[in-house]
């Protein structure tokens, strides 16, 4: 399958605490964008890392692309609450545009 | 407001009748796609379309149509709906090669 994997499916923190998702995928791409869900709604954008990049941030997110391991993480810092929501990635190959399952984070008060 | 709008939200129909979802974006992207969604499954691409006139197949585009006529317009086309395309689909829009701007959803039943 040429699906992006996540891992972990599931992670419980306690607001505060950082938490680190992770993308594995098959095949060449031309960047790998990070997605959030709040339950039922639309995906909405949040970092796109392009496959020249190593790294990028963006507030209390970042992103890190290693195209050697085919892997990418994402790392949000001092986690709240309202982070609490299932996180995407997705590999662009050139117009098709493959979504991984999915790391559904709860971030606990 | 930038925005990719989607219709109808809800819709619960029966196997066979031919059904239209509606989907425009108002910021002259030449990237339109579609997905479903499912549990288990993430998201699926259905089919896409670089420009007007261009469209390509997804992963999951069978039982599906599409159509660019013109470029803020991308629907999809059900021509004889069944139970597995049960699910909550999204249109997508973006300028090529970067993020997309997903529509709020199209959540259809089939029976």
């Known amino acids: 399958s040429q699906q992006g994997e996540e891992d972990p499916q599931a992670l419980s923190i306690q607001e505060g605490e950082n938490a680190t998702m992770n993308c594995s995928y098959k095949t060449s791409i031309n960047n790998l964008q990070w997605y959030r869900q709040n339950s039922g709604r639309g995906l909405v954008h949040l970092i796109l890392?392009?496959?020249?990049?190593r790294e990028k941030h963006s507030g209390r997110l970042r992103v890190t692309l290693d195209t050697s391991k085919k892997s990418s993480s994402l790392l949000i810092t001092a986690s709240r609450a309202a982070d609490t929501a299932s996180y995407f990635c997705?590999?662009?190959?050139?117009?098709?545009?493959?979504f991984g399952q999915g790391t559904e984070l709860s971030v606990k008060p | 407001e930038a925005q990719v709008t989607q219709n109808p939200r809800y819709l619960i129909t029966v196997t066979g009748k031919k059904l239209t979802v509606t989907c425009s974006q108002n910021m002259n992207h030449e990237y339109m796609s579609w997905y479903r969604q499912d549990p288990g499954l993430g998201l699926r691409q259905i089919y896409y379309?670089?420009?007007?006139?261009?469209?390509d197949k997804g992963d999951v585009p069978e039982g599906y149509k599409v159509s660019r006529k013109e470029k803020r317009n991308f629907p999809l086309i059900l021509e004889s709906p069944s139970p597995n395309q049960t699910s909550l689909y999204f249109c997508?829009?973006?300028?090529?090669?970067?993020?997309?701007?997903f529509g709020p959803g199209t959540r259809l039943t089939v029976t």
């Open positions: 997705a590999i662009d190959q050139g117009g098709k545009l493959i």
């Open positions: 379309s670089m420009n007007v006139e261009v469209t």
């Open positions: 997508a829009s973006s300028e090529r090669g970067n993020e997309q701007y």
């Open positions: 890392i392009r496959s020249n990049e």
